[in-house]
């Protein structure tokens, strides 16, 4: 873990001047990794985050939008879990206050929570925006996401991500994908067993769209026309990504 906080202290230090002529995205992400309770399903969840909306309405002093995620392709063996819980905010700050807002009032909600779940902690990381999706997100909307593990290849660092990145867009531009790109460097309470630098994340309107880039990977493998890979990665996992809170931050 000692080597990941390194990783990201670096990313942060240089990813000012890295990227000073480009616009990048930095906001913050917390996740549950949970289960359903003996009995329970996903209705029972959607029941709680009902009230866990309003909550959010009414006592929420920073935008905060959130999705669940549930496996379309996974094996279980790897990951055990019923659904994924992430929320977003666009600082690490902004998640601090939200956080503090929950602490102060939503309890009730938390003893509703624990009676249909059975979550694993939770953890925040920084959420570095790759590449901006082109289409908007939705209110309540679905949309697919493939997740991987990500390290470094040796003699590659955070230094060579922002050539590499302008060159896979450009792959990606060529090849019409729409989605977006996210990396997720763990932060305060990631599991000390985590030995990758960061999470991959691509988003995807749907199974069929992500199946094509699947397909396109294959071709430009076959023709030799895939650009460089700085990293190394785990076979990708598919979830599906529907949102249950939609707050967009204002520009300043």
Not at 51 to 62: E, K, P, Q, S, V
Not at 80 to 94: K, P, R
Request: glycine share 8%; net charge negative.
């Amino acid at each position: 873990m000692k080597k990941i906080y390194i990783t990201i202290m670096l990313f942060l230090s240089a990813i000012s001047s890295l990227y000073a002529d480009d616009h990048i995205e930095f906001g913050a992400m917390e996740g549950l990794q949970c289960n359903f309770a003996d009995g329970k399903d996903m209705g029972d969840v959607m029941k709680v985050i009902s009230d866990w909306n309003d909550f959010g309405d009414d006592n929420f002093t920073a935008p905060y939008s959130a999705w669940i995620f549930t496996p379309v392709y996974r094996t279980n063996s790897d990951f055990d879990f019923d659904f994924m819980f992430l929320g977003f905010t666009s600082s690490m700050q902004e998640m601090g206050r939200v956080q503090d807002n929950w602490q102060a009032g939503g309890s009730k909600i938390e003893e509703k929570w624990s009676k249909v779940t059975n979550c694993s902690g939770q953890s925040m990381s920084l959420n570095v925006e790759v590449r901006a999706p082109q289409v908007a997100w939705e209110e309540d909307g679905i949309t697919y996401a493939s997740v991987r593990t990500c390290s470094f290849n040796d003699g590659k660092s955070v230094s060579d991500l922002p050539a590499n990145d302008k060159v896979w867009n450009k792959y990606l531009d060529d090849y019409g994908y729409q989605g977006g790109i996210w990396r997720w460097w763990p932060e305060t309470g990631s599991a000390t067993t985590f030995t990758h630098d960061y999470w991959n994340v691509a988003s995807f309107g749907s199974v069929e769209e992500y199946g094509a880039g699947r397909d396109a990977r294959l071709k430009a493998m076959m023709a030799d026309t895939r650009p460089e890979e700085i990293h190394n990665c785990d076979m990708p996992r598919l979830y599906k990504s529907t949102n249950i809170r939609l707050e967009v931050a204002e520009e300043g």
